[in-house]
């Protein structure tokens, strides 16, 4: 319910249903499919559903806003956790870490102005996937979490998103 409240935003922005719905339209328009209310047959390949940079943004920010998983491990040696705020932990073997993705999802020096909605987010300046973002100067190697991160991710997470951005383009 969180998830499709926060896509169903791009209806009340004016500039995010126009530029879906314009990507939408040369989707279809591509692969010679006219978008009509009563054609029940249009298709999407999986290579048009990976190269819709719009929607992957409007889906990537409403997940942004309103996942809530939580990643667990287990440490496999002692070590030091240095904290940013000078603070330090000692972890020993076999404890349990736990990270909570949304304290990223919501940082204002990753995401600016971070409790906004805003479509393209994760487009740059040419309107293609944006990857690049940075705290306290250095590149992320993870700022967008809401499937999970490394060996444990979600596998379902692909046809997630196809699933969603077929939704989006029939609704549009």
């Known amino acids: 319910v969180r998830l499709m409240t926060k896509l169903l935003l791009v209806f009340r922005c004016p500039a995010a249903m126009k530029a879906a719905s314009e990507e939408v339209r040369r989707t279809f328009e591509s692969s010679y499919q006219k978008i009509d209310p009563t054609n029940s047959r249009l298709v999407l390949t999986r290579e048009q559903l990976d190269n ?9 920010e409403a997940m942004r806003l309103s996942s809530a998983s939580l990643n667990v491990r287990m440490a496999k040696s002692d070590f ?7 603070e330090s932990y000692h972890i020993r073997k076999d404890d349990v870490i736990a990270l909570y993705p949304p304290m990223i999802h919501f940082d204002p020096e990753i995401y600016d102005n971070p409790l906004a909605y805003k479509y393209d987010r994760y487009l740059d300046g040419n309107g293609q996937e944006k990857t690049s973002f940075y705290r306290n100067g250095r590149k992320l190697r993870y700022y967008y979490m809401p499937f999970g991160s490394g060996v444990t991710k979600c596998p379902g997470r692909f046809f997630a998103v196809h699933e969603i951005k077929q939704f989006l383009s029939l609704l549009l």
């Not at 030091?80 to 000078?86: A, G, P, R, T």
């Open 52 to 60: 819709m940079p719009v929607l992957d943004s409007i889906i990537k």
């Open 80 to 86: 030091l956790l240095h904290l940013d705020n000078k």
